[in-house]
T-cell receptor, first 113, second 110 residues
């Protein structure tokens, strides 16, 4: 089992460019999440999808959009990248019961210049 | 959401030493989770706690769910170089997602 797969692993963008970060899970999990990790800030929730067909904003949604394409896939889109969006982005999934925790992907390291 | 405060922010220890870190919340939690993030990787779940006062071990790691339900503790005994990483505590945020602490960065020298 691959678990949670994120692509790409690394990306450099110019300010104003757009891109989509891809995430797929093969564990038949209901819920999926996008977090960003910045030094000294821990993991902050951008968007989440509690179940297929639903998406909701998290703590830091500005500048991002998401799509829950199907039960397996949850993508994160930056429409017009800004240097403040330089970060490491993690996708995670869970069965839907938070007590079991998440399974994380290995992250996408994004630099906006 | 509920704030989680982890301490210490970082630790620099020698191999063989024991390590203690903790996490406190402004609100009561029903579940505490501890994750470890290896350099360049995503966090991995180490221990889950579901009951106040619960003490759970995973090898050299022991975690406790505080009796006030507002704190949790993680201990690592006889540290080894592969313990290096960032340790996060986490708890459910209003039922829809996990809140994470800012992490404790652990460095172990041989």
């Amino acid at each position: 089992n691959a678990g949670v797969t994120q692509t790409p692993k690394f990306q450099v963008l110019k300010t104003g460019q757009s891109m989509t970060l891809q995430c797929a899970q093969d564990m038949n999990h209901n819920s999926m999440y996008w977090y960003r990790q910045d030094p000294g800030m821990g993991l902050r929730l951008i968007y989440y999808s509690a179940s297929e067909g639903t998406t909701d904003k998290g703590e830091v949604p500005n500048g991002y959009n998401v799509s829950r394409l199907n039960k397996r896939e949850f993508s994160l889109r930056l429409e017009s990248a800004a240097p403040s969006q330089t970060s490491v982005y993690f996708c995670a999934s869970s069965p839907g019961q938070l007590g079991y925790g998440y399974t994380f992907g290995s992250g996408t390291r994004l630099t906006v210049v | 959401g509920q704030q989680l405060n982890q301490s210490p922010q970082s630790m620099f220890i020698q191999e063989g030493e024991d390590v203690s870190m903790n996490c406190t919340s402004s609100s009561i939690f029903n579940t505490w989770l501890w994750y470890k993030q290896d350099p360049g990787e995503g966090p991995v779940l180490l221990i889950a706690l579901y009951k106040a006062g619960e003490l759970t071990s995973n090898g050299r790691l022991t975690a406790q769910f505080g009796i006030t339900r507002k704190d949790s503790f993680l201990n690592i005994s006889a540290s080894i170089p592969s313990d290096v990483g960032i340790y996060f505590c986490a708890g459910p945020n209003s039922g829809y997602a996990l809140n994470f602490g800012k992490g404790t960065s652990l460095l172990v020298t041989p």
